[in-house]
């Protein structure tokens, strides 16, 4: 890489955290740098482009919809004014938009495989995004969100619902133990690398040994 790409990465490093500075805990500059290091890790093994790739995983949440009340024009263009402010080509400037505009799960629950966005580096990023989704870190992301939407823990009255549309998925207020079944453990079987892969696995098993010991303190059993 570059010394004018890794200049760019730093200034990206510095607006990214500036951004996110009162973002919620589980989409904050935390995660961020999570899944910065995830992608390093996993593209060790992938033919990338390391300077799209790094861009596109610290701008990949630059604006959450969900934050923004389901609007999801305002992740890519606020992607794409700050690259074209930095100076990058247009051309990675238009696949790192594509990449913030397809990386999110409610985004495959809407496009047909023929209509979708794709690239090596959309990939990486995305499997990296997931990762941090699962496992002991996505637990805790998960019951910070619920608790910062209000919602209920676990109601036995209310169904996972397996087979939400994109628009029901994202109007869903459903308690936070049905996420583990609409998304959580979805994700172990969507990776797209053979790194990805291997290390959802483990991430994956410690989610439903978490789940097992939930329900089994919520019936009184242990």
């Given at each position: 890489?570059?010394?004018?790409?890794?200049?760019?990465?730093?200034?990206?490093i510095?607006?990214?955290?500036k951004?996110?500075?009162?973002?919620?805990?589980?989409?904050?500059?935390?995660?961020?740098?999570?899944?910065?290091?995830?992608?390093?890790?996993?593209?060790?093994?992938e033919?990338?482009?390391?300077f799209?790739v790094?861009?596109?995983?610290?701008?990949?949440?630059?604006?959450?919809?969900?934050?923004?009340?389901g609007?999801?024009?305002?992740?890519?263009?606020m992607?794409?004014e700050?690259?074209?402010?930095?100076?990058?080509?247009?051309?990675?400037?238009e696949?790192?938009v594509?990449?913030?505009?397809?990386?999110?799960?409610?985004?495959?629950?809407?496009?047909?495989?023929?209509?979708?966005?794709?690239?090596?580096?959309?990939?990486?990023?995305?499997?990296?995004?997931?990762?941090?989704?699962?496992?002991?870190?996505?637990?805790?992301?998960?019951?910070?969100?619920?608790?910062?939407?209000?919602?209920?823990?676990?109601?036995?009255?209310?169904?996972?619902?397996l087979?939400?549309?994109k628009?029901?998925?994202?109007?869903?207020?459903?308690?936070?133990?049905?996420?583990?079944?609409?998304?959580?453990?979805?994700?172990?079987?969507k990776?797209n690398?053979?790194?990805?892969r291997?290390?959802?696995?483990?991430?994956?098993?410690?989610?439903?040994?978490?789940?097992?010991?939930?329900?089994?303190?919520?019936?009184?059993?242990?």
């Open positions: 890489m570059s010394t004018s790409e890794e200049k760019i990465i730093e200034n990206t510095t607006f990214v955290k951004t996110l500075e009162n973002a919620e805990g589980g989409h904050d500059w935390f995660h961020i740098e999570r899944v910065y290091k995830n992608v390093k890790l996993i593209s060790k093994n033919n990338v482009d390391d799209i790094a861009l596109g995983a610290l701008l990949h949440d630059i604006a959450d919809a969900k934050f923004y009340d609007d999801e024009t305002v992740g890519p263009k992607a794409r700050f690259l074209f402010s930095q100076n990058v080509d247009s051309t990675i400037i696949h790192i594509q990449i913030v505009d397809n990386i999110s799960f409610k985004s495959s629950l809407s496009k047909g495989e023929k209509d979708r966005f794709s690239s090596p580096e959309l990939d990486v990023i995305q499997d990296a995004d997931r990762l941090d989704a699962i496992g002991a870190i996505g637990v805790a992301r998960c019951f910070n969100y619920g608790g910062f939407k209000n919602r209920q823990l676990y109601n036995p009255e209310i169904k996972p619902n087979n939400m549309s628009e029901e998925y994202k109007k869903s207020s459903a308690p936070t133990i049905n996420h583990f079944y609409e998304k959580l453990l979805l994700l172990k079987d990776m690398t053979k790194t990805g291997q290390l959802a696995v483990k991430r994956h098993e410690y989610m439903k040994v978490f789940l097992d010991q939930f329900f089994a303190e919520w019936d009184g059993k242990k």
